[in-house]
């Protein structure tokens, strides 16, 4: 059977993917199915047993329980032992006799040779003697257990976890229970997304993971901690995090915690295709210096082309929004759609000096090229019927963007530390976009057609500044934390827009513009915070604190027509001008109660919130003054059932002051056949969150759980009021509603079987999404409710780290309702089967298949509904594998496509608009590294 014979797609689509599929796709399904069924004749076993302290037979809970071949001590599977001490190891392996250890710290590991004569296998009670001498490096130099727990972290040793030599931390990391990583790099463990990756507890280049784990080898790390993220306040104080994201802090060996280490990329392709990067990393314990540079025109951030899967992670899930911005090391830099040429340069530094001083600062440029050709077809929703909009446009950008920032952390004694971290950001840009749009009724009879050519140079800095001074009391808990915030924005920009609109009909008319506007915005985000925890009794606090914000904003927008008189923009035009000033400030006195155990985090905190907000316009003369006064609540609670299984939940309350724009009462008419307009008298946003999950790993079944719900409802929304008239030209303003309502979530299941150096890895999951939002069309209030549900299945095999198969499946089901009775609902699926394999045989060569089939129903007629989406690439390791020549196919059937449907409250969209296609890069990699304790130890390789 095909495996894309599963999608829901039409008989010719269906039979062309037939023909080009088959054969590759059934010979890799009987090559994954022989060797994965060659692996069922291995023998299951189980081990049950009991972990005690020898001299008071107290249970010991979280003792790792693991065994390991004879010959080369590879793991073949490990157990954590519950609050009873109990535990069962289960297992596959064709071995008859194994080695079985106990690791438990503080205490002297046991060991043993185990024999695999029984699929059941009962020990005696394993009794643990403590080891008074012994300290923790002690045992690691010892017996080192594939993974330990210490309260709320997990510890991995990486040498427990077989990977191919050249592998890379993130190659490392996708092989630890409860971990996935996606063809993005991004990160979750049981679920819970990763949001920070730490080397030897410090950042490593910048808040960019993806540095850290594609470039730091296997053969320098010691080991893989998780836990619960922290702010530099809570670690420092001791109080629990707040957070369900995950941090994930990379420990290197310490007689390699020394060296310097590198690549450089250099590759050329059909079609004028180009990719060079390099980066270079020196570090010296405490200390590093990192530096790296790139320039492409392959849609990609350019600093992981050491992967031979590069430019398959990257192909087909870059990130975009409609202003042109994109994102890069975790900031977002300018750009734009379509196809772009990058060029990115850094530095970082990190360094702990001896009184406890800590310096870490980095710097970014990116500069992006754009260009991207896009074509619209729009249904417009209507009470008393749709009309349809079809447009295309063309957009051109440069952008330049620098960032520098920095930490220092000062600990002037172990109860007083001062923390401050500054970024400044300076962008500057040019872009040109051209658009014409027509718009028809339901008998495709032309309503009005227009054309715009819009130019713009633009200039923004961005300062801010955070101070946190945190004073410890005692040993109890108690603490002062004080902490300012500055955000101080500056935007100037210079647009020329020219304009031609046609009216049709029984009045035809026809209106052009020829305008330049001049506007410069200036924002400054102040705020304070107050905190002292008062310790009431063991695990018990009261937290006391006062928080004020002040946001001041002044939007200055001067609209000059062109007069033919003396050739110059120098006609004001008052009517679209505008000079906006917005204040916004809040007050928050509050009380909090927190407890605060191994096992259970609760904490209430409430307090009032006292509101003003305050727009004047100058040149209108217009102003507004709102005051409110909401009640604020935070919540948490984390709750740990027994090891590896929890649960969590969240509620909380926020406000949400309108943007300048949303409230500045002239007309924008960029585009001649939308008009927006600010709304002066706009209330505040308050919302309702709640958030809870439950999470539970299975160590005896190496199986995962992770089950989520999110809900929120926001009164006083801001919304878009639209009135279309009957030349079918909108103009929009905006407005505040109550009752909308929010909600997701989703399950997952995940599984790891192994049977020596084979594995297989399954996951399916189950997203689904609600959303009732009330809107406008023509003056008419309605309701539009959204679902979605997402099943999804991923499976990894690997067979001895020579072969590796990746087949996916997610389908993804939408349907909106509307309350009007002339509005027809809309249902819509998506689905997305890939396969990936990879092949590191013979040694020295990376083969590399990456397929990928998309289909989507209900496309409007001369869009593209599905495509085969297929890359390939061959490497072969050179000069002692210290390089790599790359060749790379990339959408090898030239079928990729950028078409999107988009359903709103009030339309209903297809677009399609320039992306990437097929080519082919050959490429040289080359890498250095040299790690050691000392002169005399270093290492090349």
């Known amino acids: 059977m095909n495996i894309f014979s599963v999608c829901l797609c039409d008989e010719t689509d269906h039979q062309q993917l037939k023909t080009k599929m088959n054969k590759p796709l059934i010979t890799l399904l009987i090559l994954f199915i022989s060797v994965f069924t060659s692996s069922l004749f291995a023998q299951e076993f189980e081990v049950k047993g009991k972990i005690v302290d020898k001299i008071d037979k107290t249970p010991l809970e979280s003792a790792t329980v693991y065994v390991q071949t004879l010959k080369d001590s590879t793991l073949i599977t490990y157990t954590i032992s519950d609050k009873d001490g109990g535990f069962e190891l289960a297992g596959r392996t064709k071995l008859k006799e194994v080695n079985l250890f106990v690791t438990f710290n503080g205490f002297k590991s046991y060991q043993q040779k185990l024999k695999i004569d029984k699929s059941v296998i009962t020990m005696p009670t394993i009794e643990m003697e403590l080891a008074t001498d012994e300290l923790d490096a002690v045992q690691i130099t010892a017996i080192r257990a594939p993974i330990t727990v210490k309260k709320d972290t997990l510890e991995f040793n990486a040498d427990s976890f077989k990977a191919r030599p050249d592998a890379t931390v993130e190659d490392l990391i996708k092989k630890l229970p409860g971990v996935e990583v996606d063809s993005d790099g991004k990160i979750k463990v049981n679920g819970k997304e990763v949001n920070k990756i730490l080397v030897n507890g410090k950042p490593f280049f910048g808040n960019d993971p993806n540095i850290a784990t594609k470039n730091l080898t296997k053969e320098i790390v010691d080991k893989i901690q998780v836990t619960t993220t922290k702010s530099e306040s809570e670690e420092f104080t001791g109080k629990k995090g707040t957070s369900e994201a995950q941090t994930i802090n990379i420990e290197l060996k310490e007689d390699q915690n020394k060296g310097f280490f590198g690549r450089a990329t250099v590759s050329g392709g059909t079609d004028d295709r180009y990719a060079m990067s390099g980066i270079g990393n020196y570090f010296n314990d405490k200390q590093r210096v990192s530096v790296l540079a790139g320039r492409n025109n392959i849609n990609t951030s350019g600093f992981s082309f050491d992967e031979i899967y590069d430019m398959m992670g990257n192909a087909g899930s870059v990130s975009w929004n409609g202003n042109g911005a994109f994102s890069i090391n975790g900031q977002n830099f300018g750009g734009g759609q379509g196809i772009r040429t990058s060029t990115n340069a850094g530095a970082s530094f990190v360094d702990e000096y001896e009184n406890k001083t800590e310096i870490l600062a980095d710097y970014f440029y990116s500069g992006v090229d754009s260009e991207n050709d896009s074509r619209v077809e729009r249904e417009n929703i209507l009470p008393d019927g749709n009309f349809f909009t079809n447009s295309s446009s063309r957009f051109l950008s440069t952008n330049q963007n620098h960032r520098a920032s920095a930490e220092l952390q000062f600990e002037i004694d172990s109860t007083f530390k001062i923390i401050v971290a500054p970024n400044f950001q300076f962008t500057e840009g040019e872009s040109f976009s051209s658009r014409n749009e027509e718009s028809l009724d339901e008998d495709d009879t032309l309503l009005n057609r227009g054309n715009s050519q819009n130019s713009t140079d633009s200039e923004r800095r961005n300062f801010t500044s955070d101070i946190s001074i945190i004073k410890k009391f005692g040993s109890k808990g108690a603490y002062l934390r004080i902490g300012t915030n500055g955000n101080f924005i500056n935007n100037t920009s210079e647009n020329f827009l020219n304009t031609t609109n046609e009216i049709f009909g029984a009045t035809p008319s026809s209106t052009s513009r020829d305008q330049l506007t001049d506007t410069e915005s200036r924002q400054n985000n102040i705020s304070t915070d107050i905190e002292y925890r008062i310790p009431v009794k063991e695990k018990l606090f009261i937290d006391l604190g006062y928080r004020f914000t002040n946001r001041r904003e002044r939007n200055d927008r001067r609209v000059f027509d062109f007069d033919n008189t003396t050739n110059q923009y120098d006609d004001f035009n008052e009517t679209l001008s505008s000079d906006l000033k917005v204040n916004f400030r809040t007050h928050l006195p509050s009380i909090g109660v927190n407890y605060e155990t191994e096992k259970l985090y609760l904490g209430v905190t409430t307090g009032l919130l006292l509101s003003e907000l305050k727009n004047e316009e100058f040149i209108q003369n217009t102003s507004v003054k709102s005051n409110f006064s909401d009640v604020n609540i935070n919540s948490y609670m984390r709750y740990r059932i ?229 890359n390939m690439s061959l490497g072969v390791k050179i000069l002692k594998e210290k390089g790599t020549i790359k060749l790379t196919a990339y959408d090898l059937l030239d079928q990729n496509i950028n078409t999107r449907r988009t359903v709103t409250a009030d339309y209903i969209q297809d677009s399609q608009s320039t992306v990437l296609q097929r080519y082919f890069m050959l490429g040289f990699t080359y890498k250095i590294s040299k790690v050691g304790g000392n002169k005399n130890r270093f290492q090349t390789f």
Not at 714 to 739: A, W
Not at 779 to 789: H, L
């Open 642 to 870: 027994k090891q590896g299984m929890s649960v969590y939940f969240n509620y909380n309350t926020r406000t949400q002051a309108p943007q300048a724009q949303q409230l500045q009462p002239v007309a924008n008419v960029s585009n001649p056949l939308n008009i927006t307009v600010g709304n002066p008298n706009l209330n505040r946003e308050f919302v309702h969150d709640v958030y809870a999950n439950f999470n539970n790993y299975d160590f005896k079944s190496k199986s995962g759980f992770f089950f989520w719900l999110s809900a929120g409802l926001t009164n006083d929304k801001i919304v878009p009021l639209s009135v279309t008239d009957e030349n079918r030209i909108r103009t929009t303003t905006y407005t505040n509603v109550d009752g909308i309502i929010r909600g997701s979530g989703g399950v997952s299941y995940s599984k790891t079987i192994k049977r020596d150096s084979t594995s297989l890895r399954f996951r399916v999951g189950l997203y689904s999404n609600y959303n009732k939002e009330f809107n406008f069309t023509n003056g008419v209030k309605f309701s539009t409710k959204r679902n979605a549900i997402t099943p999804s299945v991923r499976m990894t095999y690997n067979y001895r780290e020579l072969l590796e198969i990746e087949p996916r499946y997610s389908v993804s089901f939408s349907n909106t309702r509307y309350s009007l009775d002339n509005l027809n609902n809309e249902t819509f699926q998506s689905h997305n089967v890939g396969l990936k394999t990879t092949t590191f045989w013979p040694k020295n060569i990376v083969f590399g298949n990456d397929l990928r089939y998309t289909y989507r129903t209900n496309v409007a007629p001369g869009f593209e509904r599905s495509s085969l989406f297929w």
